[in-house]
């Protein structure tokens, strides 16, 4: 067996300023975007459809002498606070035990809860008795390996990255993860049966915040299911398989019922009323789970999910998990109290949050006013968080996880605003919030959804269009005389994600679906609407706008989401699917036809590469290859229009939305 006394006290191999990480919600931390220009991410590569962004520690100032000192500094300081005063005990989160006629339909109970879960920012549910599918993971299987990252406890409170770690089997990650738990409490004189969560907890927090003794423990998280496997037993059929049963016939004995169940985590993202079932390419850590494996003191530190989506989690066996969750009305408060905290770090990496490596006591938390609640979590337990909810905790020993994302449809708003911020840090999102909006509106039944979902839906759409509209009318003032119309693919599946790491914005690296400012002194700069300013010194006159969606098909999804919202509020007229394809049909052609008749061809041409034409007169072929990520997958119907100009002679009013 292995030598385990590494994992206690000093280590002789601190952690590099550099060393890589790859995590869940993975970014390249960038400058402020008021203090530096902007650099493309990084490392980006795909693992069974999934963005594997590459974490790297910034090059900075941040670990030399100075700033490690003064980081040192205020945390001593804020650990003597915290330990002259009594700490109070955290607030419970919300726990609910369904009945078996709640528990047959996973979403539609989880809607149910959310309104009163999601003020503990997290809730634990216990399945009804009976409830235990097999573990369908060998463990002595010696082919099974992977990775781990090694945290040092005593540091979580600095926020530093953490280390690479060994590689394993399961069996010999176990074996350690015993023997380190085991070794802890025995140089203590502890009884490891003896010792409660509290106590155990207590142990976690006095290490982090006095910073001692030094403790480095192994991480096994974010593991690929496609090369580890999934604790729950898997259906052979395709992944996107639409589920069409919205209420499930539970049978507890049954094998069979575990591996097509919606509480299987390889089938909640597609089960009915998610919007997730939407979202055509499987992406890891999404809508594919990931696996954990933790040992004592093991941490996943205080984040948010990818686009503020829901996630959950379930504990396939092993010791129990402590969780801490915040409410999303409480999230702006906890992160002006993490910048008061370490304002050394935040100044350095203003994104430090998005780079889960930062554990902040609950207690400091709680003497700022944020609310903070705990639950802990057994063998069969259930965690959820909701969007824009805060979360971390810690493992009490060895145990085994597997945790997605879900996305109900009130979480539309909250993706727009993480979209946000993501473009003020400069983060590509994980799927494009405007691709995927347009998509659901545009193409998808909207049968399974109630009139309050459509309405998010609509106003969504409608702030799209304002946005769209409102800049290009901007331009044409400002002398823009050149749009590219681009035959865009609205679908979003593997082969659009693609194109959406490469389309956009250099400047915040939003995603630009609907339409982007190319200027002619460089071509290959593609601009978000937003963002023209950043582009260039050039007159407008020089640019032109490439629009792969029009105002007039956001127009049409629109109104056919309108249409299914009408239909909703007269229970006596229920709309068939063919009557909202047939109302949706007439709608984008009496929209085209309208924008037809007010479309003017222009003549005026750009000089590109010292040629006198259009950029995109010819076929793609006839381009240089460096502005070819523009196209996407169109290879047909470009044409210079003046769109712009019938936005302004039309009054571009949509019946109910302006």
């Known amino acids: 067996m292995a030598n385990h006394s590494h994992f206690l006290h000093a280590h002789t191999h601190p952690i590099s300023p550099s060393s890589v990480l790859y995590k869940r919600d993975s970014i390249t931390p960038l400058l402020h975007p008021q203090r530096a220009s902007r650099t493309s991410p990084s490392g980006t590569s795909r693992r069974s459809g999934r963005y594997k962004k590459r974490r790297v520690t910034p090059a900075s100032d941040v670990d030399s002498r100075k700033s490690q000192k003064l980081l040192k500094l205020a945390l001593a300081k804020s650990m003597v606070e915290t330990t002259m005063r009594q700490v109070v005990p955290l607030p419970q989160g919300a726990v609910f035990y369904p009945t078996r006629e709640q528990f047959a339909d996973p979403i539609k109970y989880i809607t149910s809860i959310e309104q009163e879960a999601s003020r503990t920012g997290i809730c634990k549910i216990v399945p009804p008795q009976g409830w235990k599918p097999p573990f369908a993971i060998d463990f002595e299987d010696e082919r099974l390996r992977f990775s781990t990252r090694t945290q040092r406890i005593h540091e979580l409170q600095e926020g530093h990255a953490y280390g690479d770690g060994r590689t394993h089997t399961f069996k010999s990650f176990r074996a350690n993860a015993h023997a380190f738990r085991d070794k802890w409490f025995q140089t203590r004189g502890l009884n490891r049966n003896n010792m409660t969560s509290e106590e155990i907890e207590k142990e976690y927090w006095h290490i982090i915040q006095t910073g001692g003794p ?296 939003h995603n630009v679906f609907f339409s982007g400012i190319i200027c002619a002194c460089n071509p290959t700069r593609l601009s978000c609407l937003r963002h023209t300013n950043e582009l260039c010194t050039c007159a407008m006159r020089k640019r032109t706008l490439l629009q792969w969606v029009s105002t007039a098909e956001l127009r049409y999804a629109i109104r056919r989401v309108q249409t299914k919202m009408r239909a909703l509020k007269e229970p006596s007229r229920k709309a068939s699917r063919h009557d909202l394809h047939h109302n949706s049909h007439a709608i984008m052609q009496k929209e085209s036809e309208a924008s037809g008749a007010n479309t003017v061809v222009m003549k005026k041409h750009i000089d590109t590469f010292g040629h006198s034409r259009s950029l995109f007169d010819k076929s793609p072929l006839d381009v240089h290859q460096s502005v070819m990520p523009w196209f996407g997958r169109a290879n047909s119907g470009r044409k210079a229009t003046q769109e712009l100009r019938t936005l302004v002679a039309r009054t571009g009013n949509v019946t109910g939305m302006v």
């Open 214 to 509: 030094s403790v480095e423990v192994e991480y096994a998280n974010d593991l690929d299911i496609a090369q580890v496997g999934s604790g729950f037993p898997r259906s052979q059929k395709r992944f996107m398989t639409p589920r069409l049963k919205e209420i499930e016939t539970i049978d507890f004995t049954n094998p069979e019922y575990y591996r097509h169940t919606g509480w299987n985590l390889n089938n909640l993202p597609d089960a009915y009323g998610s919007l997730l079932r939407h979202l055509g390419a499987a992406i890891n850590g999404v809508n594919v789970p990931w696996l954990y494996c933790g040992m004592l003191f093991a941490s996943f530190c205080w984040h948010v999910e990818d686009n503020y989506m829901s996630s959950i989690n379930y504990q396939h066996l092993g010791a129990n998990k402590r969780w801490y969750g915040i409410p999303s009305s409480d999230a702006n408060k906890f992160e002006a109290v993490m910048r008061t905290q370490l304002p050394e770090r935040f100044e350095e990496n203003p994104d430090l949050l998005l780079h889960l490596t930062t554990m902040v006591p609950p207690s400091i938390l709680q003497d700022r006013g944020v609310k903070v609640f705990t639950l802990v979590q057994e063998p069969g337990d259930i965690i959820l968080t909701f969007p824009k909810a805060y979360h971390s905790g810690f493992s009490e020993g060895f145990n085994c996880n597997e945790a997605v994302n879900f996305a109900l449809p009130n979480w539309i708003d909250y993706g727009r605003e993480c979209v946000e911020m993501y473009r003020l840090y400069g983060r590509l999102s994980i799927f494009s919030h405007d691709r995927f909006v347009f998509h659901f509106g545009s193409t998808q039944n909207l049968g399974e959804y109630s009139f309050e979902d459509c309405e998010i839906l609509c106003k969504e759409l409608r702030r799209l269009f304002h946005e769209e509209r409102e800049y290009k009318k901007l331009f044409l003032l400002e002398g823009l005389e050149c749009v590219d119309e681009l035959s865009g693919d609205v679908m979003l599946d593997e082969q659009s994600m693609k194109v959406d790491d490469v389309r956009q914005c250099f400047y915040c690296k």
